[in-house]
């Protein structure tokens, strides 16, 4: 059986588990003080251009942004965020859960409008009635998008400009930002992101790490108590040095961006064939998540070769179905299930 | 000036000012234990056909949908209600403060269709992700609802139909109750919301009293520790009484709905003329507000005359506005207005 | 039937009936935006001597205790008080309800003593896993306390300047504030309570009022969005003025403090007979609370007169009791009492 | 530099590592759905003598307690626990961020005593107040305590006694529960736990997992929607095959307790030089946290040549610490040690 179903099914890259077993019988203090950690973080500036950063390692992606989010709003604030966005619809509700509304605006293959943004600030505050209503207080985009997609250099500005202009944060979800950063024709850098947001996070679980999330904030005045914030939302882990072991290793030798380009190069391989095949695309996404819309009775038949989701509910001829290839994809499956299309 | 921007402009009705003036010196005990808010309690029962019910005072609105809903749902649980709803506008995230989504569905004229929440109950358990999404715990609607709307009885039935099949609660927020049950042509009675809902509160506020909402929970299995809710909410009054014999005094000779009965005479009045001189209904409303869509240079003209409320933001030609009578609505008030048309 | 039970047994101060009847009929704006809030606001900031200062008024205890605590907390921060304080025992858990703990420190006689918060917050940061603690964000203190003592000037200035030097917010909760300003031999005056804390509130529920309490913020820095934080806890009143009349006329020739020196003067001679007859202070208070320790034989004999509460659960052979007056209490119904000693 | 400071200073045990390592590029489904998953849970039930119960693997301790605590109590409801409890001092108010109170009672060695319970909940309902204040809901004990000690077999039985005629839930901690289980004399067994709790967590990241805990529901009944909860406080592992991985090997061939007992041994070793070199116990723990008073500058000696904690904040003249063995301690470096004492 091949496997598109997702990009966290296998455990972690060989390196990282090799540098796992050589510290394994170490002793370090917990909690994310040891020099493991902070190698890491000094790795993850220096990428990042920042001179006044701080990096912040936490387990997954929904305690990521379940902590974050709650500490950069104020209780009567809520954070803009598209309709299709992990935080409003996979998340079981954990935004909600620390008291604060996602303000749902309509997104364009899964990107989120500077000028959508831009105009519910605007009305927002011409409602006469406004402190009736949740103030918006940051936003939040995902890079790549759920849907695969990535936002444009001139876009980022743009969104990061009427954040500015407003007073409120720009927060990026990068929970697959290596494949944000691998894909071709892409012109945002991660210096980009880390100069345009003001908090954002680099996803390892799903780019070669066992687990792992680095915290980027951008500028010592942000969430300057962040730490006992990640201890109170259950997210800070005893043997923190697992974290910076493995981000020390993705960010030596480009090793995260390296791995990332080869699930990318599968992820088009995979795409060019289909699109060749005369399937649908049901989004166009430059990034390791391809989106096809499929007759079920193809969709039938392929899932006796390949383990593939669909994308929400089953339509009653056809249904839209997601193809994710990962660091760890092999070409020959790849080539093998285009044979079978 | 005339006034018709809301239903809580004025104080109580004179009936209701003069019962709290009779009881002042009176010395009873705390926190609905007394006496009044006993007897207000059995009045409603009766009216509304219950045996087995419990009624609740609270003093406003969002605090009552808060409690209620708080209390009505598991951690994993959100409450479905339409876009236009209260508790998703216009309440400042008091839901999401404690820790739950709103499920937001579309509206028809205001009010939520039974088809949309079976389908998207349905669809939500056929997705193979819904564990990762947050649960449709019950349903919230209003009756009149945010734009004066009114279900009927058909339609209530099928509401309450879906929500017993999905094993969920219908929980209903009677604002302004009181004009809902005056409209003419409404086939929805007291006893028919008892029998149908779990869960739903006679406004206070907006039909005579100084303030106050009596929820009624229709079992006695529903929310059996909704009092200490009620305190651990801010909700639960010192001096209770206060608001027994309120509901006590509207809840004798049927004052309740007989004063809500002259608010709607009124606002047929004002729609009739504004029909008559040729205005255009943003939305049919056979209830205490009303709601027209006029020039925006004939809204400056007007609120020289009466203030009155925009809908929403300004439109750059015409805007939508409301008109709200109440039970403190003269008919004279009226008249004037309708000269100035 | 005499009654010492408690000082929220009766309706509103006479003249304030008077008031808000007068007004019933009346058409303003809701939510406090009317002017005879503005004018309440005005009196009572002048009474504070404070130029910079904003007053929101809200309805009860429990609810003004969680919205100011809500609003001055960060998430990762609890608020100090005592183990004695009405947050940590008899709102059921509304402080913690909105995720903040209450950080409980010994009391003397109802009091914080500064030097507890001095030291509790140098071992908190000398403590080495202090940030797997809840920081200490502010301090609660009750003035009068919950056992009737009051802090003396000498006191409120040490704790002051303990939350300064600190940089913590000091709240004083003053639901019984008339009745300790209008005590004999205090050195404390609404000057010194608003020059040395930095938000305090002045209760009407207890002190003349139906219902009702004056959020005083002492700078403008401090809670710049309240008014929404009181939306979403469900504490803004729809007709904001029935607080503004209330408050306008307590805060009119000195009406707060002179009733509140009534029920002093009964408390006194209520004590004066208990001490007289050799009964046994429970703790020594110079307001409208009396905390006496009798047999229970005594008890049951004397609750046949008059009604009065247990201090907590029943002792074997006695229990502290509590006599409470207030500013309607009837210099006849104290001499009646004290007949029966 | 040797150290005793805490227990999860290395990696994982060898044979963990080693399994990790073996099914690496393995490719599973995610969130705890896998194979491996199922027979960690499979061992674990058959380990605790549960026919009916269901097993949860999440991340961490402090996540663990908040997020069982949040399902486990209803929104008036508090948990019971002791003063020196881990949730009520070092988890930053993780249980306070859920909504709940923590209710404190004394601690006796850190234990919980069975009658204080019963003596607590009985008040409680004695108390007319009581519906002001916070219900209790449930009781949270570790075993080992956070002072390494152990409750007997007849305290569980009483503990749990209590809380069953209360109709409340019990929940036993067991970051360190393997040390607890393969201490020298105590007569309580895995299955005892399981029999006399509702719920529990078998801790993996102290005792040779990299991380990871089990919860153990010991009725189908209890916590039926666990698993969206989880999701919702960020505490569900994407790849959470490495949980059930970690656990499968941790419960073959009783590796689990194997190793706790090898640690406890270590521990022995130390407590008994010191008790032989005369230095004082804070408590007597048979587990592996040993605490000791030491004069300051004997612990600055000491400091020197191993690494080990102050138990608090230092005192003038002397302090407790703590020494902690593990899986890994090797015994020449607790020979090492005991050769400077």
């Known amino acids: 059986m091949l496997h598109f179903d997702t990009d966290y099914m296998e455990g972690a890259h060989p390196q990282v588990m090799r540098r796992l077993l050589e510290t394994n019988a170490e002793r370090t203090v917990g909690y994310g003080r040891d020099e493991y950690t902070k190698r890491a973080e000094s790795l993850i500036l220096d990428a990042c251009g920042l001179d006044n950063g701080k990096v912040h390692f936490l387990v997954g992606g929904t305690q990521t942004n379940a902590t974050v989010i709650d500490g950069l709003l104020a209780r009567h604030e809520g954070v803009v965020a598209t309709d299709t966005s992990h935080i409003n619809n996979h ?15 309509p997104s364009e293959n899964g990107k989120l409008r500077a000028e959508d943004v831009k105009r519910y600030i605007d009305d927002f505050y011409r409602d ?3 402190e009736h209503m949740v103030f918006p207080g940051m936003v939040y985009i995902s890079h790549p998008t759920e849907l695969g997609t990535l936002y444009t250099l001139e876009e980022l500005r743009s969104l990061s400009g009427v954040c500015r202009k407003a007073g409120i944060t720009l927060y990026l979800d990068g929970a697959r930002l290596g494949y944000g950063l691998a894909a071709e024709g892409t012109d945002v850098t991660l210096k980009d992101i880390a100069r345009l947001c003001d908090v954002f ?15 980027v904030i951008t500028r010592s005045d942000i969430l ?5 914030l990640i201890k109170q939302h259950g997210a800070l882990l005893a043997k923190g040095r697992l974290l910076g072991i493995q981000f020390e290793t993705l960010f030596t030798d480009d090793l995260y961006i390296r791995i990332a380009g080869h699930a990318v190069k599968m992820a088009m391989k995979l795409k060019n064939a289909l699109l060749g095949r005369g399937y649908r695309q049901y989004v166009d996404s430059p990034t390791n998540q391809q989106f096809f819309i499929l007759p079920n009775r193809e969709i039938d038949r392929l899932r006796k070769i390949a383990s593939f989701e669909p994308w929400g509910v089953y339509g009653e001829e056809e249904t839209p179905v997601r193809f994710v290839t990962d660091w760890a994809t092999k070409e020959e499956d790849v080539d093998e299930f285009i044979g079978h299309l």
Chains 1, 2, 3, 4 share one sequence.
Do not use: C, Q, W
């Open 91 to 105: 998340e079981t509700g954990a935004i909600e859960a620390t008291g604060h509304k996602v303000l749902v605006l």
């Open 128 to 130: 006469e009635t406004f």
């Open 201 to 215: 996070y680099i996803g390892g679980t799903k780019v070669g790490a066992l687990f792992g999330e680095a915290v």
């Open 224 to 228: 300057p108590r962040f730490y006992p």
